[in-house]
C-alpha cells in the first residue's frame, strides 16, 4: 500500500455517502494485513463496506482479503451463586467451568482470554466465585449481553457480574494456585511459574 492517503479520502467519501458520522482517520500496513485507525467505533456496516471496497482495488486478490474485524480487549467478570462443593462431592474447578460455558448458548461467540478461576467466597463458605476474562470488541458487544445476566448451573442459579481485573484474588508464589499467599502455602514443595515442574523459575536452566 504505497498511497494510504488515497485510500484514506476514498473510503471517507463512501462513509460520506451514506451520511455515516464514522471517518477514517489512518490507515498502516501490520503483521496481519493493515490497521484502520477511526474516530468511533465502527458498527458492523462500515466495516462490510470498507472489506467491499478494498476487494474492488485493481491487484488485489480477492481471496486475500479477509473479514475485517474490530481491535479485541479483555473483559474482566465473576460469577456468584454457584456451590464450591458439587454433588458428586468434589470441589468445583476451571474444567467444570470450561466443559460448561463449551456448552451454554449464553456463552457461544465467547472467547476465553485465559483459564477460569474458581475460589471460595469466604474460607468457611460453600459458595464460589469464577472469575471470567474474555475478548471483546472496543464497543463491548458481548460483554453488554454478559452482564448482570443470570443462568441455571445444575439445580442453581448463578449470575455474571462486571468487575476490574480480579484485584482480590490472592496467588501464591509458591505453587502459583489462585485463593491463597504465599505465606499460607502448603505445598511441599516450590513449583515452576512456567513450566510447572518442581522448581523455582530463576533455577529452570539448572536444571535441563
Not at 455515516?20 to 493493515?34: V, W
Request: proline share 4%.
Amino acid at each position: 500500500m504505497e498511497d494510504t492517503g488515497s485510500y484514506v479520502h476514498y473510503i471517507n467519501n463512501l462513509l460520506k455517502n451514506i451520511k455515516s458520522t464514522l471517518h477514517t482517520e489512518f490507515i498502516q500496513p501490520c503483521a496481519r494485513g493493515i490497521s484502520i485507525t477511526t474516530n468511533n467505533v465502527p458498527a458492523t456496516s462500515n466495516l462490510t463496506m470498507i472489506e467491499k471496497y478494498f476487494k474492488l482495488i485493481k491487484g488485489i486478490n480477492n481471496n486475500e482479503v479477509l473479514t475485517p474485524h474490530l481491535l479485541q480487549s479483555k473483559f474482566y467478570f465473576k460469577i456468584i451463586g454457584i456451590p464450591y462443593i458439587q454433588p458428586s462431592g468434589n470441589n468445583l474447578t476451571s474444567n467444570n467451568i470450561t466443559n460448561f460455558i463449551s456448552h451454554t448458548g449464553l456463552f457461544k461467540s465467547i472467547s476465553l482470554a485465559s483459564k477460569p478461576r474458581v475460589i471460595k467466597a469466604f474460607l468457611k463458605s460453600d459458595i464460589a466465585i469464577v472469575w471470567l476474562d474474555i475478548w471483546d470488541s472496543q464497543n463491548r458487544t458481548k460483554t453488554k449481553l454478559l452482564i448482570n445476566h443470570s443462568f441455571n448451573f445444575s439445580h442453581h442459579i448463578a449470575t455474571i457480574r462486571g468487575t476490574s481485573m480480579n484485584p482480590s484474588i490472592l496467588q501464591c508464589h509458591n505453587c502459583w494456585k489462585w485463593g491463597h499467599s504465599t505465606f499460607l502455602c502448603r505445598a511441599y514443595r516450590s513449583k515452576c511459574q512456567k513450566y510447572s515442574s518442581p522448581h523455582k523459575l530463576e533455577h529452570y536452566k539448572e536444571m535441563v
